[in-house]
């Protein structure tokens, strides 16, 4: 009974859908209030609508009822209950309900925060918010019903993919979502705005916490997959530049664009009809990346049940979202104002080159995403792009971005003097050299990391002196800075945190891509492998018994000198609903680098294959990620953005310690 | 500064950069590419010795053996046409299984012997990798049915 | 501002869409299912059967399976199957389930599997399976143009190929495609 009141509650959600998207735009377009009046209560209701029936799935996997088809083939009685309710968005029904509320939540957060926005554009934001809702119910109800039943009813699930059991990824795709889902509230403002044709900084305001609220989940989102991928499976990497990476890494590059670009509308009034673009990128590029996750139009190591038909609904949902955007785009976009000037060195300069260099970064992922098909498609050849490309390609445009970081913000408005301001950062650079140097003196190259390492300390003290200068660090008695630091904006303070955030993950994203050491071998219980300086011995394994699994625990001693470091059990798991073996690394932090260890299968001599990865600061990219959404978190609560400050501030730090945990 | 400057200035930055990322993006292309070769190919001597490939196929069975140093593989990958020896060092991954599909990527060495440096299977574990499948259709094998009962 | 200037700004402001309808057409192309590995059109399909005859797996008692056991006018599920295939596992309850409660007429081919792994597989899992050929070489799974483990087909009561089934038969496949054939081609 219960599943066929989730199936009514997400039919009739549709419904209310179909209402909130027309009634309300319709009154905007007439000026009839009581029909924009309709768009609140119908946010409201939709969601309450979707929570029903996403509470109804959830009930239905907590329960184990496997006359659900979705239950069956994703869930399993011996499962623990954490894994029960995450395999509700673990597969490709589930995850769709997930998206419907998370969209239905922003949508009814509108409603609730929006009350001092001019009633027809809430009215149309909240119609057009209403449209993506329309596609992606009907998605769900016509290709991929969670709630189909089958009858008769098996005695026991399929279990969820064991890969998938894990807490890091339980969690990832809820933080995804809303990111990716987060960013539909720039696009349905942009929507709006060049429905009535009108941008002005009142807009930008509203634009930009929603931009931050999603770029903060959708970075921790990231990270999260990314952590789960460094300890799941076991090969020492966290990031692939896999497609399904890539499909969330180009909204994320596009947002940070948005976001940056937001703030010149709010400030100066200008970059109006760009910043709509990019809004509209924003989201498409989301939509793109659910695309290429769920259509199986590339090959990924990450795979999710495709189906054809599914495919060519979310391409029609694409054509219609995306190219419905772009030609209300190009007809009504030359018509918005152009806005204040600016002199090419001033603060609006470089964030326009923030923006140039971010969207074409974007556009070399994307292009690195997607060439293998337009290759195929011209000449039937397969190919698959890696590493090397982005290396070759990426890296170096984020080289001058990160360089201009450091000085963007010490440039005023509408015109600045650079050379002043490059003697304000006599210091940074005198750090980025010692930083290079060091890295010579420590590792001895490569070129890149040298000059990557330099580049991070670079931006490090550069943030960090822009803000002294601020509040008059050491140049002003110590009181007196505090006051000002008290007296600065939060958003400030957000920056600050965020760009040298940035900076350590930076640090540690190069020194774990250039200086990893890695070395596999055949160990005998009692033998030792010494690496960097560490000592690993293989002391026992034992086999132990998992609710759902069976599992070889090795006990790995590290040592350094006759100092005790740490006891690691990496694990090697049997699920046998299905068949599948998979592997837990034991990881131990110093803080400096992480130590990492894999165990592999038994020789007949009674041996175990032995994987050791010594990780160099590969904890300051999470520590660094951290500062980041961090950053986010505190500049949304600047009084600027206290319309809905509560409610965003008690969501978001749940995500960010999330990402830790 | 009238506006005609500045949009002089901003085109001509994004022009540069757009440029510069243009260059950047080509030069990867010419050499950063790894192509997609099955064991037919291989044993046909289409592909370049020393540049980095990938070689997708099923993992022949009884083929799977562990060298005397313990950590090294070797192992024969066939698209039922060919097979090609193939040896990895190092962990190989959890759903690696005789007579499932797989993925390796890496060179071929100067004796035909094909060296890799990755191997990689799917997180599916229902059907095979795309590239397998697509390699094993290409090799012809599944293809020879009609004209021999005919 | 001449009139061409102005039609140049428009055409940049078109560009985005320009670009996202080559993309798109990329997009639907990707989507072609020829490019789909779960739904292989089978160059044997409305095919008779190829000509084979396979003993039985050695050391089990029973019949071998031949062409010729294809053509007898009933119709027929064939599934390639070996215990080193782990979603065969899974697909196994489904066939147990087709040949205890349809009553469909079910032979398996054992491909390239050591036999004395194959009856532990079968003694293990159940055997639902009326005749069993053992192909031990993989000739005869390359003469039905199998590529991967497991494949199912269905030979309607003149031996010829009616479907493929490339890769593990899940439940949805079984109620919406598999049954009604057999039902139809039963008639």
């Not at chain 3, 009856?119 to 000739?139: F, Q």
């Amino acid at each position: 009974m219960i599943p066929e009141i989730g199936h009514f509650a997400l039919i009739l959600a549709l419904m209310v859908a179909l209402v909130q998207g027309s009634v309300p735009i319709i009154g905007a377009a007439q000026g009839r209030t009581a029909w924009m009046d309709v768009a609140r209560p119908a946010a409201l209701l939709q969601l309450a609508l979707v929570t029903i029936a996403f509470l109804a799935l959830t009930w239905a996997f907590v329960v184990s009822d496997f006359t659900v088809l979705n239950v069956v083939q994703n869930s399993h009685t011996a499962k623990p209950l954490l894994y029960k309710i995450s395999g509700v968005w673990g597969n490709h029904e589930g995850s769709m309900v997930l998206w419907v509320l998370i969209l239905a939540a922003f949508g009814a957060a509108v409603a609730v925060f929006g009350g001092n926005l001019p009633p027809p554009l809430r009215a149309r934001v909240l119609s057009v918010q209403a449209w993506i809702a329309i596609g992606f119910l009907a998605f769900s109800l016509l290709t991929s019903n969670p709630f189909e039943r089958i009858f008769p009813a098996p005695l026991n699930g399929r279990d969820l993919n064991p890969l998938l059991q894990d807490p890091g990824l339980a969690f990832h795709p809820p933080m995804l979502y809303a990111g990716y889902v987060g960013f539909s509230m720039a696009f349905s403002f942009a929507i709006a705005a060049l429905i009535e044709g009108r941008v002005d900084p009142a807009w930008a305001r509203w634009v930009r916490p929603w931009t931050l609220v999603a770029w903060c989940f959708l970075t921790a989102g990231i990270t999260l997959g990314s952590w789960w991928a460094y300890y799941e499976l076991g090969w020492g990497g966290w990031w692939f530049w896999d497609p399904v990476e890539n499909a969330s890494f180009m909204p994320w590059l596009m947002g940070t664009a948005l976001l940056h670009s937001a703030i010149v509308v709010e400030k100066r009034d200008a970059l109006k009809a760009w910043t709509i673009l990019l809004a509209i990128l924003t989201f498409s590029l989301s939509l793109i990346g659910t695309f290429i996750v769920r259509s199986g139009l590339l090959t990924s190591v990450h795979a999710f049940a495709t189906d054809p038909e599914r495919g060519l609904f979310i391409l029609l949902l694409l054509c219609v979202t995306i190219g419905g955007s772009l030609i209300l785009f190009a007809i009504r976009a030359p018509a918005v104002q152009a806005g204040g000037l600016f002199a090419p060195v001033s603060r609006e300069g470089a964030l326009v080159l923030n923006n140039l260099l971010l969207v074409v970064a974007c556009g070399t992922v994307f292009l690195g995403t997607l060439y293998p098909l337009f290759l195929e498609a011209a000449t039937g050849d397969k190919i698959s792009v890696g590493p090397p490309f982005y290396n070759k390609t990426f890296v170096p445009i984020m080289v001058p971005l990160i360089a201009v970081m450091a000085i963007g913000p010490f440039l005023a408005w509408k015109r600045a003097d650079l050379a002043g301001v490059l003697g304000r950062l006599k210091l940074a650079f005198a750090a980025a050299v010692l930083a290079a140097l060091g890295a010579v003196a420590l590792e001895g190259g490569p070129v890149l990391a040298v000059l990557a390492m330099g580049l991070a300390a670079w931006l490090i003290v550069g943030t960090l002196a822009e803000w002294a200068d601020r509040i008059k660090l050491f140049r002003a008695p110590l009181g007196d800075s505090l006051r000002r630091a008290r007296g600065l904006p939060r958003s400030a303070h957000g920056m600050t945190l965020a760009h040298a955030g940035l900076a350590v993950a930076m640090a540690g994203m190069t020194a774990a891509a250039s200086w990893k050491v890695e070395s596999v071998q055949v160990m005998q219980l009692g033998d030792s492998v010494e690496m960097a300086g560490y000592t690993y011995r293989l002391d026992r394994v034992d086999q132990v018994q998992g609710p759902n699994y069976t599992s070889d625990i090795a006990q790995v001693t590290i040592s350094r000198g006759d100092r005790h470091v740490a006891r690691l059990t990496p694990e090697k798991r049997l699920y046998p609903v299905q068949q599948m073996p998979t592997t837990e690394a034991g990881i131990h932090t110093t803080g400096l680098a992480d130590l990492y260890v894999v165990i592999g299968d038994p020789d007949e001599a009674g041996g175990w294959t032995v994987r050791i990865f010594h990780e160099p600061l590969v904890p300051w990219i999470w520590a660094g990620v951290l500062m980041m959404v961090l950053g986010g978190i505190v500049s949304l609560s600047d009084r600027r953005f206290r319309l809905g400050a509560p409610a965003r501030r008690a969501k978001a730090p749940a995500g960010a310690t999330v990402a830790q945990t | 500064m009238t506006r005609k400057r500045r949009r002089l200035y901003m085109v001509l930055a994004a022009m540069s950069i757009l440029a510069g990322a243009a260059a950047l993006v080509l030069g990867a292309l010419q050499s950063e590419l790894t192509y997609f070769y099955s064991p037919t190919d291989l044993a046909a001597g289409s592909a370049p010795a020393g540049r980095s490939i990938r070689l997708g196929g099923l993992v022949e069975e009884g083929s799977v053996e562990r060298l005397d140093d313990g950590v090294t593989t070797s192992f024969r990958v066939t698209d039922l046409t060919s097979s090609v020896p193939v040896t990895y060092r190092g962990l190989l991954p959890d759903l690696f299984r005789e007579g499932q599909g797989v993925v390796t990527e890496g060179s071929l060495s100067a004796d035909g012997a094909f060296v890799a440096r990755e191997v990689l299977a799917k997180h599916d574990e229902n059907y095979m990798p795309r590239e397998v499948t697509d390699a094993l259709k290409k090799s012809g094998q599944w293809r020879d049915p009609t004209e021999a009962t005919e | 501002m001449t009139t061409g200037m102005v039609i140049g700004r428009r055409l940049a402001y078109l560009a985005p869409l320009a670009i996202f309808g080559i993309l798109a057409v990329y997009f639907a192309w990707g989507l072609n299912p020829d490019r789909d590995p779960r739904a292989l059109p089978s160059v044997m399909i409305d095919q008779p059967v190829p000509e084979f005859a396979l003993p039985p797996i050695a050391g089990m008692d029973g019949p071998g399976l031949s062409a010729a056991d294809l053509r007898t006018g009933e119709v027929t599920l064939v599934n390639f199957f070996a215990s080193w295939c782990v979603p065969c596992r899974l697909e196994h309850r489904v066939l147990i389930e087709l040949a205890t409660q349809d009553k469909v007429r079910l032979f398996g081919i054992n491909y390239k599997n050591k036999p004395e792994e194959a009856r532990a597989w079968l003694a293990e899992l159940g055997n639902p399976y009326g005749r069993i050929g053992a192909d031990t070489t993989g000739r005869v799974g390359i003469d039905w143009g199998v590529y991967g483990l497991p494949e199912t087909f269905i030979i309607d009561r003149s031996g010829r190929i009616r479907y493929r089934r490339a890769g593990q038969i899940d439940q949805q496949t079984l109620n919406e495609t598999i049954r009604p054939l057999i039902r139809e081609l039963s008639q």
